[in-house]
């Protein structure tokens, strides 16, 4: 097995959305390379369950790390790419969406117009 590159796992973060299949975090780094973060287009027909994953997402975002820049370690690239561009920007100016040491923030302003509910003490999924 290749040596894999090193990634800051995020103790304490959930695993994914309950009752679903949708995971927020991975277990180790990908032996292929990492995932590279593209911004993907929501459209508004997303079913009810995307839509709650988005929000879960950022709600454990929000809860884990706040204001601050936060590593991309081991966080899902497909879940961010939900968000990013958008709710979840670069941190840096030399970012590299190829890097698990990638730092990302929260677009405060946006994320909370458009998931209010993220930023509530409790969110019932």
Same mark, same amino acid.
Do not use: E, M, V, Y
């Given at each position: 097995m290749p040596k894999l590159p090193p990634m800051?796992?995020?103790?304490?973060?959930?695993? +994914?959305?309950?009752?679903? *299949?949708?995971?927020?975090?991975?277990?180790?780094?990908?032996p292929r390379g990492v995932t590279p973060l593209k911004t993907r287009k929501r459209v508004a027909d997303r079913s009810p369950t995307d839509r709650k994953a988005d929000a879960a997402f950022l709600h454990a975002l929000w809860h884990h790390f706040g204001r601050e820049p936060f590593e991309r +370690?081991?966080?899902?690239? *497909?879940?961010?790419?939900?968000?990013?561009?958008q709710e979840l920007i670069p941190a840096e100016d030399d970012f590299d969406p190829a890097s698990y040491e990638a730092m990302l923030v929260i677009d405060e302003d946006l994320a909370r117009r458009n998931f209010p509910q993220a930023f509530e003490e409790v969110l019932e999924v």
């Open positions: 800051t796992k995020h103790r304490g973060f959930p695993s +994914g959305l309950p009752g679903t *299949g949708f995971q927020f975090t991975i277990r180790r780094a990908n +370690g081991n966080l899902d690239a *497909g879940r961010i790419s939900w968000l990013f561009g």
